[in-house]
């Protein structure tokens, strides 16, 4: 498993932290959440089964898992798409994204970012004060690579999907996208990394939003 898969799949294998009220904060999650994706989120989304059903051609919409997970792929109609690899169960997934604590309802901003291996986001939250010793790659004395245009070298970027390596929500929603994919996912703590997190990164019971972009499906 690569050093990327490694760090998301830690999200749901670290130290238990029990959730208490965890019974109203699904819910709540759940409705804020759809709020973000059909009021203030750009574009202003429909269900896919409003879409399904509305007059309008080619209407954006936000598709459901488990009630949990929510994803909008911006592309979802552009005419070539079906042309594309498709991920399904068992593919290899090269992504560049970027990992947020939802828990502001927003549009994720920078400050807001948890983890990333997209080189814009990295030098960015860099000129912030972000020591990116574990974000990029680094040689044998932990000193942050750079290549020949002076840029931050990221981490690997492949995950398998259906070897139970991600965080569930994530593993059951990139089923079905497919490469050149631009995807923004949100989670409601229990699909991003059940009742456990990493003490540091996150709030505890946070929603997570997980933006991407699929650069390569392999079967």
């Known amino acids: 498993m690569g050093r990327i898969g490694w760090y998301i799949g830690a999200l749901a294998l670290a130290a238990f932290v029990s959730c208490g009220d965890g019974e109203d904060i699904l819910p709540r999650q759940q409705e804020r959440i759809v709020s973000f994706l ?13 879409a399904a059903q509305s007059l309008d051609n080619d209407p954006p919409y936000y598709s459901t898992f488990g009630g949990t997970t929510y994803r909008y792929i911006a592309d979802v109609y552009d005419p070539e798409r ?7 169960a068992g593919s290899s997934v090269e992504v560049t994204f970027s990992l947020y604590d939802f828990s502001s309802y927003s549009a994720p901003r920078q400050s807001e970012c948890i ?33 020949e245009f002076g840029q931050f070298v990221p981490l690997s970027r492949t995950l398998r999907i259906g070897a139970g390596e991600l965080l569930g929500g994530l593993q059951e929603a990139l089923v079905g996208c497919r490469e ?12 991003a990394y059940g009742e456990k997190l990493i003490v540091g990164l996150m709030t505890k019971q946070c929603p997570v939003a997980f933006l991407c972009r699929i650069d390569k499906v392999t079967k």
């Open 180 to 191: 050149q994919d631009e995807v923004e996912l949100y989670m409601t703590y229990n699909q």
């Open 38 to 50: 059909t009021g203030s989120h750009v574009p202003r989304l429909l269900s896919e089964q409003d």
């Open 82 to 88: 079906l042309t594309r690899p498709e991920v399904t």
């Open 115 to 147: 983890f990333s291996n997209d080189t814009t986001v990295i030098n960015r939250l860099v000129e912030g004060g972000l020591n990116p010793r574990y974000w990029v790659e680094c040689d044998i004395h932990g000193v942050p690579i750079r290549d």
